[in-house]
């Protein structure tokens, strides 16, 4: 069973340019997680989607972020205009969605640098 | 809000040796999940071990279990005959439903030849 797919792997952008992230979730998974991992410290979860819908975004700076999962399989995660304080590892996961208490798997992540 | 600790930030451990790591959380709620997810170096993030709140038995995945004391609110991982690819960052995690993860700051553990 193929895993979560995230790209790109890396990016570097400057301040204020804007960037975007694509993550493919397992088959079949209908929740599909983003999170910001800063260096140094643990996933801090941004929006949760089940299927096409928003569940939880209570943690995205809507003034900046944005996000959406079209047709409830794959998602963008979108910075515009980025900041210095956005570096960081940006990790898309996904679970099965049917107990509300299901296990996350985790894509490898996009390391993003602002310079 | 839940949160998650972990106060060890860093620990070093024999090949071959048994090692112990410390997880605390705080919650209101009597039924949860907890988790404990490995992440080595550069490479992506994977689960080790799952605990429900209500089951009192404590969880085993080989090399891996844990010691769930819920009144303590602790949830420490113990890694039996350490090995070299045991290397990496270790995240304790808490979740009720709704499946909201709040993480641990991490331990970073290394295994020493």
């Known amino acids: 069973e193929a895993g979560v797919a995230q790209s790109p792997r890396y990016k570097i952008i400057e301040k204020r340019q804007s960037v975007a992230f694509w993550c493919n979730p397992i088959s079949g998974h209908a929740t599909l997680y983003w999170y910001q991992q800063i260096l140094g410290q643990g996933p801090k979860l941004l929006i949760q989607f089940q299927n096409n819908g928003v569940v939880d975004d209570s943690q995205l700076p809507k003034d900046r972020f944005s996000a959406e999962r079209l047709k409830g399989v794959d998602s963008t995660l979108k910075i515009q205009p980025a900041k210095l304080e956005d570096s960081a590892v940006y990790l898309c996961a996904s679970s099965t969605g049917v107990t509300g208490t299901d296990t996350q798997y985790f894509g490898p992540g996009t390391r993003l640098t602002v310079l | 809000a839940q949160t998650v600790t972990q106060s060890q930030p860093e620990m070093s451990v024999q090949e071959a040796e048994t090692v112990t790591l410390s997880c605390t959380y705080d919650?209101?709620?009597?039924?949860?999940?907890l988790f404990w997810y490995k992440q080595p170096p550069s490479r992506q993030m994977i689960l080790v071990i799952r605990q429900e709140a209500y089951k009192q038995q404590n969880a085993t995945e080989n090399r891996f279990s844990v010691n769930f004391q819920k009144a303590a609110k602790s949830f420490s991982l113990k890694i039996s005959d350490s090995q070299l690819g045991d290397t990496a960052m270790y995240f304790c995690a808490f979740m009720e439903y709704g499946n909201k993860l709040v993480f641990g700051a991490g331990t970073i553990l290394r295994v020493k030849s």
């Open positions: 919650t209101s709620e009597s039924n949860y999940y």
